[in-house]
């Protein structure tokens, strides 16, 4: 294994571990190494909060386990986000949040870093977020996109919801982008979602396209 491969497996391993202090540690390994802040989030830490998903889902671990696991991840990203390169002038406006009742925000918090360092201006409305808000939010500061995270199969069916109250408010033009582990690109096309990003570079990628051609 590369050195490289194993800074990663290790950062997988730390947030299955639980350990906020090695962390940090290792994410400050991984930038001196050179590895990328997204590389780093994406392979490492997000990737090891998908196997205490598993774990949880197993009952291997319990609710208590993936707080920590949550904080771990934090921890790491705190070290990381300030050196995910900042640039370019103001390129659309982009609404973001977490769906009513869905208080998951790790991924969405990744969504907005990367789109905020690339230029765009991004509201980050929060968690449990309802169909209104995001309503009232895209008509005052002229959003071009909004942007949904749902990460439980029960909160999925807010997405629809705010794309038809979007609907409802005359806000037709506004694309709507959605992500979190429950949806999947057949799901977003049924509800009405102009596009779903399984990650923060997609989601970049996805908005670059949709608003730059
Ligand atoms: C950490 C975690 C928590 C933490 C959340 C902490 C926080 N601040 O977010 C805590 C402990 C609070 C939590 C609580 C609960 N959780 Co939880 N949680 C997770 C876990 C392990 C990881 C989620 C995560 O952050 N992943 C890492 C990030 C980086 O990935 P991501 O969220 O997928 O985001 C990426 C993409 O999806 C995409 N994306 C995400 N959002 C958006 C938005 C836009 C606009 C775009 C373009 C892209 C995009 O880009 C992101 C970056 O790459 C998942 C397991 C999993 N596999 O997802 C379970 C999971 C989502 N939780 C689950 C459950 C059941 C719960 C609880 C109901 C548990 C309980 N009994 O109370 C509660 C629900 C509380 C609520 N009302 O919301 C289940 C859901 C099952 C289901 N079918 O609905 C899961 C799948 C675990 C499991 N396998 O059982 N949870």
Redesign the pocket.
Known sequence: MSSKEELLKRMVDVVVNLNVEEAKKIAEEALESGISPLEA??EG??KG??R???L??NKEYF?AD??M??EA??AGMEVLTPHIKKGGKKKGVIV?G?VK????????N??TTLLSSEGYEVHDLG??VPAEEFVRKAQEVKADIV?????????MERIPEVIEALKEAGLDKVKV???????TPEFAEEVGAD?Y???????LN?VKKILEG
């Open positions: 989030i994406n830490f997000s909060l998908r205490v998903g598993e949880f889902e609710l993936m707080i696991a949550a991840f934090k973001i977490t009742d869905d208080i998951h925000d790790l991924g969405k990744i969504v968690i449990d942007g949904l995270s749902a990460l439980l199969t029960t909160t982008i959605v992500g979190g582990r429950p949806v596009a990003c399984e990650d923060a570079i997609k989601a996805v």
